[in-house]
C-alpha cells in the first residue's frame, strides 16, 4: 500500500500538480509603509507575513487554486520608543491607538478562472484582549492572527489533510 502511495504522490508531481496551493505575495517599498520598521526589520517583517501567507494557503486552500495577495498597508501593533540608556528602539504595545493595520488586494484563481477578487483592511482595535493568556513571543503574532482571521473569513474553514 505505501508503494502504490508514493507511486501516486510522485506521478501527481510528474504531471505538475501542486502538492499546496500557489501563493505569491507582493510588497511596496518599505518606506511607503505607516510603519514597518526599518530596514532590517522591514525585511523581516515582509518575510513574515510572506511566510505565514503561503503557510495559511497550504492549510485552507486546494492544490489546484493559486492566490495572489499584494500588501498594501502596514501598520505594526504597538509604536517604537527609546528606551534605556543606550538609546536602544523598542516596540511598546499600549492596546489603545496602535492597534495592528494590514490593507490587502487579492485575487485568487482556479486554472485560468478568477474566483476571487477584493481588497480587505485588517486590524483589531481590542487585539491586546484577544491574546491574553497566550503566549506572544511569535514574531508579529497579533499581524499573523488578522491574517488567519482573514483568511477563515474570506476562504472558509482549512481543508482535510487527510
Not at 510522485?10 to 510603519?35: I, M, N, R
Amino acid at each position: 500500500m505505501k508503494i502504490l502511495l508514493r507511486c501516486l504522490v510522485l506521478s501527481l508531481a510528474w504531471f505538475g500538480l501542486p502538492a499546496a496551493a500557489s501563493v505569491e505575495v507582493g510588497f511596496l517599498p518599505a518606506d511607503q509603509y505607516v510603519d514597518i520598521g526599518d530596514s532590517i526589520d522591514a525585511r523581516r517583517a515582509m518575510k513574515e507575513i510572506q511566510d505565514h501567507l503561503v503557510k495559511l494557503g497550504a492549510r485552507y486552500l486546494q492544490p489546484e487554486f493559486r492566490l495572489s495577495v499584494e500588501v498594501l498597508e502596514v501598520d505594526l501593533a504597538g509604536s517604537m520608543k527609546m528606551a534605556g540608556r543606550r538609546g536602544d528602539w523598542v516596540r511598546v504595545l499600549n492596546g489603545k491607538v496602535d492597534a495592528p493595520l494590514l490593507r490587502l488586494r487579492h485575487t485568487l484563481h482556479l486554472g485560468e478562472q478568477l474566483m476571487s477578487r477584493g481588497e480587505d483592511s485588517l486590524t483589531d482595535a481590542m487585539y491586546l484582549e484577544h491574546s491574553a493568556g497566550r503566549s506572544t513571543d511569535t514574531p508579529l503574532y497579533h499581524e499573523k492572527a488578522l491574517l488567519e482571521r482573514w483568511f477563515r473569513a474570506r476562504f472558509g474553514a482549512p481543508r482535510d489533510k487527510n
